[in-house]
């Protein structure tokens, strides 16, 4: 079994800048795949990046516009959202997501077995 648990989350003003943290353990050499992804209320869950092969792959969406980056610590066994330039359309429960497996598209929520619980990201005009 993987765990994860979700950090960093916080209200900011527009502009600011959020890192977000994963904490992963019980059996984190398994995960090859991690995610993370956010929703917003009334939405629907949306990928926002993702990392692979040991961190040599990434994606993110395209929404992003590059303010966005995914990082990952084997040694630590945690991964991070380096979040600038937020605005508040970015307001949402962030979540970390994770697999065994290799997923195809990375941006399908239901195709990821292991979730976090969530950290919110309030950004304010």
């Not at 961190?55 to 990952?72: C, E, K, P, Q």
């Amino acid at each position: 079994q993987v765990q994860l648990l979700e950090s960093g989350g916080d209200s900011v003003q527009a502009g600011g800048s959020l890192r977000l943290s994963c904490t992963v353990s019980g059996y984190a050499h398994s995960v090859n795949f991690m995610a993370w992804f956010r929703q917003a209320p009334g939405k629907e869950r949306e990928g926002v990046a993702a990392i692979y092969q040991g961190g040599i792959n990434v994606h993110y969406a395209d929404f992003l516009r590059g303010r966005f980056t995914i990082s990952r610590d084997f040694v630590k066994n945690m991964l991070y959202l380096q979040m600038n330039n937020l605005n508040p359309e970015d307001t949402a429960m962030y979540y970390c997501a994770a697999s065994s497996p290799p997923v195809a598209p990375w941006s399908s929520p239901r195709l990821y077995y292991y979730w976090g619980q969530g950290t919110q990201v309030t950004v304010s005009s």
